[in-house]
């Protein structure tokens, strides 16, 4: 269970905090709080504009370096307790498998691993990916399932969101049940997908005042009703939060192609609010301490395993993880070489049935 008392440092463009306590809504320039996820109450910030969370002891810096391939999956096996996995485009892309993923997966459980998966997609919840991992074939619990969606609740219950207050949703259903499950009342959602503007003088949209955070994830039903109604909330309504699940610039719907991502929908809503969001999906933090508490994990025995540098190694890397890239997704061997990205991992693959060549040299 998530501690009642919650705090952070919370940084925003805006030069202006915005947090619930209890049931009051506070907002001032910096707030000091604990983390609720951390036993060890250290202090922490969370940045909104590099959406990530930093210790305020240390902080992590990416530096270019020649990360080395996977040469040796059974030693990086041998050293880590854990693997999180993103999905997309490491374990499925769009609604189909990645070759070799059944197999490794049984391979890590084999050896005593614990499996954790974790994505930033927040079109299902928890229950609903349970449902497509075992339409692909996979045997995965609920509870070894992180998405976005259940980190956008999460975090409002860590904060001890107000019962009074409302969440107005820009997204879809993921969203929805996750807000349902954890008890934050909500609007909008898919029920705005159809909904237009007539404009004609004099015309004003009303918003709900009772509304005290914007949740915004991917929307394939995004529209200018959305943009304008979510507008209003976070300018209007005071103290009212602006919440993104994510911010990547594109994701996998099929496996054809390349699609635009969440960030599209929360770009639009910066740029008309010009207020940076709290990021809960990677590379925020929040997912990995959640994770870490949730099932005493040290973060030191976790290896991250993902296809995009600016959100799964830089989420590895801000946790104090190991991390392996896969080539499966998003980012190419050339991408990963230029002279211009800073992120590095610990080692690259070409995906994750890279690590069978373990059980192939033992033949």
Known sequence: MLSSKVTATIFSSSSTTLLFTKSKILSNKFHNISNPLNNCGKSIKWNCNKSRMESAKSRIVTKASSTQPLTNPGELIDSVETFIFDCDGVIWKGDKLIDGVPETLDLLREKGKRLVFVTNNSTKSRKQYGKKFETLGLSVSEEEIFASSFAAAAYLKSIDFPKDKKVYVVGEDGILKELELAGIQYLGGPADGDKKIELKPGYM????????????????????????????????????????????????????????????????????????????????????????????????????????????????????CKTLLVLSGVTTLSMLQDPKNSIQPDFYANKISDFLSIKAAAV
């Open 205 to 320: 949209m009303e918003q709900d005042k009772d509304v005290g955070a914007v949740v915004v994830g991917f929307d394939r039903y995004f529209n200018y009703h959305k943009i304008q109604y979510a507008t209003l909330c976070i300018r209007e309504n005071p103290g009212c939060l602006f919440i993104a699940t994510n911010r990547d610039a594109v994701t996998h719907l099929t496996d054809a192609q390349e699609w635009a991502g969440g960030g599209s929908m929360v770009g639009a809503i910066l740029g008309s609010t010009k207020r940076e969001p709290l990021v809960v999906g990677k590379p925020s933090t929040f997912m990995m301490d959640y994770l870490a508490n949730e099932f005493k994990i040290q973060k030191s025995q976790i290896c991250m395993v993902g296809d995009r540098l600016d959100t799964d190694i830089l989420f590895g890397q801000n946790g104090g």
